[in-house]
Every structure is written in structure tokens, then in C-alpha cells.
């Protein structure tokens, strides 16, 4: 047994966080710092310069030699140029220097980085400003400062800036409508996240051997395995010891990262894993996600094993979702989902409740839009994932509610008559402790929604900019009503009432696999956008964009940059896969195939000299050399078609979609087919039984 881990002393301890900036920068200081992070204000050259002289001195007794702007291109990974603390005393040695210039902005080549047409690519000069709301931490003998990413005009070209203006939008706006409940406390409403992270391991020996796992992250062959997960005996079943060690030194080095890593267990597929953390605001959640999924890869390494973070990655079991909970909370200490106890706070709840249900069927395309990828098309709809159609779930007691709103109807039985909003009290909302319906795309939970769309390797930024956003129009429209009503308790109960009677539609408690849910789905006139083809058109909708700009989270360029990148970023990844289909069924399957059937065929020989039958080697080379002719040609048809690919990148999008994708799949469908009649040893890499039970 090796040494015990004190958790709370190590906790935090890699991180330039509030506590270590209270010991090591003056009273002065420190709160110009908090000023600037209530008010939004610019930091003194003067403050900045102390801040970045006790951050270098703590990162350096740290064994920290570089420093390096941390920012969040539109990549869904993160970026670093790192600079060494070293200047020239002038004598033939060094001083270790870092300047509150070198801390607050720092320039960046960006020629390489998606901007869809935002700047030319000879455009080259980028630029990351410190995020002051973000805590600076030591990683890898670098000090990591978290930054924001602009372009030379000063267009956003990273996901952290207009997550922070959109967490912004969302307190601005909630609080108005706090103000009307009477609370004059309330200074700032957060946008809370828990971004539970699915995630497969596989022996780094047998990853190897795997080119489609290597280029993209997925397995472009391989016919199902015997046992899948069809027993549900890997679901929160015992860790495997090898696993087991993996989880610890991850566990660990989040922790002194500051990150809440708090959950840990066994998923449903074979070799698939889950991490759960504890809430945070939107902004740190989601810097702690990019760093937990980049940590994961590194110690994985470690352990001779690699994480896995495509959607579907296997074609035979689940694949992997990041399941984001979000809520609104006030900094007294309130969460805002909440029911609550008293009629006002019941009143204040259903409200929020409503604006939530309003924002999510006006703006049920952008938000599908944010979860559309190549990887999670493969997986949303199955029966690992929602489906497609965006619905929210609000359990069976929070339902009966609403409906006893848009009724008129009594809500707890005879005793009570018609519900009045702001004068009843609400029965209890039980607070789920797990998932109720897997099913829905948006289920309530006690006091938050999780959003389940979301595919594994995503940055949440995307999801969780439209959820502020959509819930800072919906309330600053609720604000702007109230604010001018001459009885509140009545527009109040009228506005409730009238918007979830408006928009019921987006409210499902049902089967959302079933084929009766998308008809019923149909006739309510939702939104069914079953690929990242179908949903982006809608994007960049004059709807939208007249959402964004109006709440300042993007300029409408900066908008339409982003529905650009994310059309070529589906191109790129299909054609990456479609290429390497092509490499591996020409130059590893087909031959290995031909090989085992050249065997057959002269033990055939040998067979028919000696007089003795061979059915079952006739049969089967009749198979094989079948099989490898229809193999051959799909590979013939799938390289025709990368030949034809269009220019523009909706066209090139829809044409990878339509055309190749099918084309892909059937190329698979011939392999995998020729996997379970060739003799193992000739298979040229590992199988679905090799890696998922290794």
C-alpha cells in the first residue's frame, strides 16, 4: 500500500487560485482584482505587473520555466505557444522575468487556425488576452495562463469569448426579473455546469495496430463481437485493476488542478468509462473539461492504455455522449431551478421554467446545430443517445403541474381549485438522483437540465453559449412585460400560463426512440435534423443570427464563421475516413483475404489429389473469392466518388454525406462480412473480441 493521499491538502495546490492570491499579493491589490472581476473593468499596468511578478515567483518554486497563453481555438482543442521566464542579465547569465504586459496579452500566429473567411490565411497575426475569471495554473513546467483568442481586427476566433459574453447576457437578464421578486441582494447569476465526460480504454498495443483507430479515432472495420454488452454486465461493475490505477493517478492530478473530479465508474459498452465533476460556472466547467480530456489521453499513456473520446467508436456497442447539466444560480447562494417552498419563490421558479421551455422550441435548431458533428451523427438516436428531436423532459410530477397550468385544471386534487401563480404553493418536485428518461434530448432533474446531446469529444462551450443565450432573450422578453405591468401578480400569472400553453409542444415524457414519437413529433411541427448536413442550413438562420448579435455573443461574421468552420471540419473528417477505408481495405484486407484463399485453394489441390472431399473448402473459397471481388469494386466506387467531391462547403458537405458515407458503408459491409469467414491468423489487425475484452 503506497503513501495516503490527503485530498484536500493537494487539492487546488497546482492552481494560482483566490486563497494563493491572498497570501502572496497586497491588500491593494487583491482587491482591485475582485473589483475587476465584479465589474468586468480593465486591470492597472500596475496591478497587472504584481499579479504576474507573484505568479511567476509561485509557478517557478513550482519548477515552472515557461509561460504559455492557454486559449480555446476553433479547433474543439486547446492551444499553447510557451515562452521561457528567461531574460539576459547582460553578463552571460539570466534573470527570470514576467511582466503584467506579458500576462494580460500575448500574440499568437493564427494562419493555421479555422476562421471561416474571417481573415485570409496570409493573415497571420492573432492575439490571447488573459481571462482574470479563469485561474492560472502549473502544468508540465509550464505556467498555463487560461486567454482568450482574437483575430487582428478583433473578431472572436476562440469558443472562451463568447461563452463569456454570453454568461454575462444571462445574469444581466435574469437579474431584472429577480429585481421585480424583490431581491435586491443578487449581483451576479451564473450559469452552473457539470459536464459528466463517457470515455473508452483500450491496450495501447492493440491501438496500434489499428490505422483507422490511429487517424480517426474510430473503427472504420470490424465485425461484432460474439458478447457485446448485451448481458449489462460491465455497467457500474467492478474496475479492472489496470483501469483502477488509471482512474487514481487521473483522479489525482485533476485534483491538484483544482478540477472536481468526483465520479468515477464503469459505463455500458465493454471498455467504456465515465467522470463526473461537481458543478462549476460555465467558464471554469469548460476549461476543466478541455483540460480532463487532454489529461485523460496523457495518463493513459502512462498506463499502456488509450482513451478513446469519438462518439462510436466501435459500430456494435453504445457509444460515448457528454451529458451537460445546467442551471442558473444567484451569488447568495440560490439556485434558480429550484421550486422552492413559498408561493413567491414557486412563482419566481415556474417563471424561469417557463422562459426555459419558451427558448428551447423558438430556438430547438440552434441548439441541435450545437451538437451536430461527423462522430455524433453516428450516435444521437441510437440507444445509447437521444434521439434527434429536441424535447424536454419534466418528470411525471412537474408535468402534471404544467399541465394544470395550460388546462385550468386542479393540480392537487379537489381541495384545491384552478392554480394561481405567486398565491399556491406547488406540491414537492422530487429531485431525481438519476436519469428517468435516457430518451429525452432535455431532461429536468430537481434543479437543473441535462443536456444530453452533447458527443463526447465536443467542447461544451457551443451548447452552453446557446443555452445562456436563448434563456437571456426569454427573460429580458419576460423582463420587458413585467417591468410595464400595472398589476404583476396578474400579467405574472397570465404570462406563465400563456407561454406554456404556446409552446406544450416541446414537452414529452414519452419513448423517444419510438416511431410514434417522430410522427406524433411531425404533427407538433418540431424539428427533425438527422445529420450535421441537415441541421447546419439552419444555423446561421436570420432567426439566430438576430439572437446573437442583439445579445452582443457574436458579430453576425463571427456567426457565419462559425457555421463555415463547423461544414469544413464534417468535410475534413469524412474525407479523412473515407481515404483511409480505401488504405486499409486495399492494402491490409484485400491482400490478407487473397493470401488465406491462395491457402484454401492449394490445400484444395491437395485434397483433390489425395481423393479425399472438400466441400466445406470449396464453399468457403467460393465465398471468399466472391467477397473479395465485391470488396474490390466498392473500394473502385468509393475512390470514383472522392474524385468528384464539389467546391463550395455545403455542396462538398452534403456530397460527403449522401454520396460517400454510403459508399463507406459498404465497403465496411463487405470487409466485415469477410472478417467472419477468414481465418484469424490472416486478419491483418485486431478484432472487436481483441480489443473490447482484451
Not at 452582443?552 to 481515404?579: H, S
Request: aromatic share 10%; glycine share 6%; charged share 25%.
Amino acid at each position: 500500500m503506497g503513501p495516503i493521499l490527503n485530498v484536500p491538502e493537494i487539492f487546488g495546490s497546482d492552481v494560482f487560485n483566490e486563497a494563493t492570491m491572498k497570501q502572496r499579493l497586497s491588500p491593494e491589490v487583491y482587491c482591485a482584482w475582485k473589483q475587476c472581476i465584479q465589474t468586468g473593468s480593465s486591470l492597472p499596468l500596475d496591478v497587472a505587473n504584481e499579479i504576474a511578478e507573484a505568479m511567476k515567483t509561485w509557478a517557478t518554486e513550482k519548477g515552472a520555466t515557461h509561460y504559455t497563453h492557454w486559449f480555446q481555438p476553433m479547433t474543439g482543442i486547446t492551444a499553447e505557444k510557451h515562452d521561457s521566464f528567461i531574460a539576459p542579465a547582460g553578463d552571460g547569465r539570466v534573470i527570470m522575468e514576467f511582466s503584467g504586459k506579458e500576462l494580460v496579452r500575448g500574440e499568437s500566429d493564427a494562419s493555421s487556425f479555422p476562421s471561416g473567411g474571417l481573415r485570409a490565411t496570409f493573415e497571420a497575426r492573432g492575439y490571447t488576452a488573459w481571462d482574470p475569471t479563469a485561474f492560472a495554473f502549473v502544468k508540465d513546467n509550464s505556467l498555463y495562463i487560461p486567454t482568450c483568442f482574437f483575430s487582428y481586427t478583433g473578431e472572436a476566433l476562440d469558443k472562451k469569448t463568447p461563452l463569456l459574453r454570453s454568461m454575462d447576457e444571462v445574469s444581466r437578464e435574469a437579474i431584472r426579473i429577480l429585481r421585480l421578486f424583490g431581491d435586491t441582494e443578487t449581483k451576479r447569476v451564473t450559469a452552473s455546469v457539470g459536464a459528466e465526460q463517457e470515455y473508452f480504454l483500450l491496450p495501447k498495443a492493440l491501438y496500434a495496430q489499428r490505422e483507422d483507430l490511429r487517424l480517426t479515432g474510430r473503427t472504420l472495420f470490424g465485425a461484432p463481437a460474439p458478447k457485446g454488452e448485451e448481458l449489462e454486465d460491465h455497467y457500474f461493475g467492478t474496475i479492472r485493476t489496470r483501469v483502477s490505477s488509471f482512474m487514481k493517478d487521473l483522479d489525482e492530478q485533476l485534483w491538484r488542478l483544482g478540477i472536481l473530479s468526483k465520479t468515477k465508474h464503469n459505463e455500458v459498452a465493454p471498455c467504456q468509462h465515465e467522470l463526473a465533476p461537481i458543478y462549476s460556472s460555465a467558464n471554469s466547467a469548460c476549461d476543466a473539461n478541455q483540460l480532463i480530456m487532454e489529461i485523460m489521453k496523457k495518463c493513459a499513456a502512462k498506463h499502456d492504455l488509450v482513451c478513446l473520446l469519438h462518439e462510436k467508436p466501435f459500430a456494435c456497442v453504445s457509444g460515448s455522449g457528454k451529458h451537460n447539466n445546467w442551471s442558473l444560480a444567484t451569488d447568495t447562494g440560490r439556485n434558480l431551478f429550484s421550486p422552492g417552498k413559498t408561493p413567491r419563490q414557486n412563482a419566481q421558479f415556474l417563471l424561469f421554467l417557463a422562459a426555459f421551455v419558451k427558448g428551447v422550441d423558438e430556438y430547438q435548431d440552434l441548439l441541435r446545430c450545437t451538437v451536430a458533428s461527423a462522430g455524433n451523427d453516428r450516435r444521437l438516436g441510437a440507444n445509447e443517445a437521444p434521439p434527434v428531436i429536441i424535447s424536454i423532459y419534466l418528470g411525471d410530477e412537474l408535468h402534471a403541474v404544467v399541465d394544470s397550468i395550460i388546462s385550468g385544471s386542479n393540480y392537487t386534487g379537489p381541495e384545491k381549485s384552478i392554480m394561481r401563480i405567486g398565491v399556491d404553493v406547488l406540491p414537492p418536485i422530487p429531485k431525481d438522483t438519476t436519469d428517468r428518461n435516457r430518451t429525452s434530448p432535455l431532461a429536468f432533474t430537481g434543479n437543473k437540465f441535462e443536456f444530453r446531446m452533447l458527443g463526447s469529444s465536443q467542447s461544451i462551450a457551443g451548447p452552453n453559449i446557446a443555452l445562456n443565450t436563448i434563456m437571456a432573450e426569454e427573460l429580458s422578453r419576460f423582463a420587458d412585460i413585467l417591468e410595464s405591468a400595472e398589476d404583476f401578480d396578474a400579467a405574472l400569472h397570465e404570462l406563465v400560463s400563456d407561454t406554456f400553453i404556446s409552446h406544450q409542444r416541446i414537452l414529452f415524457n414519452g419513448n423517444g426512440y419510438s416511431e410514434e414519437w417522430r410522427q406524433e413529433a411531425q404533427r407538433r411541427g418540431l424539428s427533425d435534423l438527422r445529420s450535421t448536413t441537415e441541421a447546419m442550413p439552419t444555423y446561421a438562420s436570420d432567426k439566430n443570427v438576430a439572437l446573437v448579435t442583439k445579445h452582443g455573443i457574436f458579430t453576425e461574421p463571427e456567426f457565419r464563421a462559425r457555421n463555415e468552420i463547423y461544414l469544413e471540419a464534417y468535410r475534413k473528417i469524412v474525407n479523412i475516413e473515407a481515404k483511409t477505408t480505401l488504405d486499409m481495405a486495399m492494402r491490409q484486407i484485400l491482400p490478407a483475404v487473397t493470401h488465406y484463399s491462395a491457402k484454401l485453394a492449394k490445400d484444395i489441390e491437395r485434397k483433390t489429389a489425395l481423393g479425399c472431399a472438400c466441400k466445406a473448402e470449396k464453399a468457403l473459397i467460393t465465398k471468399l473469392c466472391t467477397g473479395t471481388d465485391e470488396l474490390y469494386d466498392a473500394c473502385v466506387t468509393l475512390e470514383e466518388a472522392l474524385t468528384n467531391v464539389p467546391t463550395t462547403s455545403t455542396d462538398a458537405a452534403n456530397y460527403f454525406c449522401h454520396t460517400v458515407t454510403p459508399k463507406m458503408d459498404q465497403v465496411r459491409k463487405v470487409a466485415d462480412s469477410l472478417e467472419l469467414i477468414t481465418e484469424k491468423t490472416f486478419w491483418p489487425f485486431p478484432t472487436y473480441s481483441d480489443i473490447l475484452f482484451y
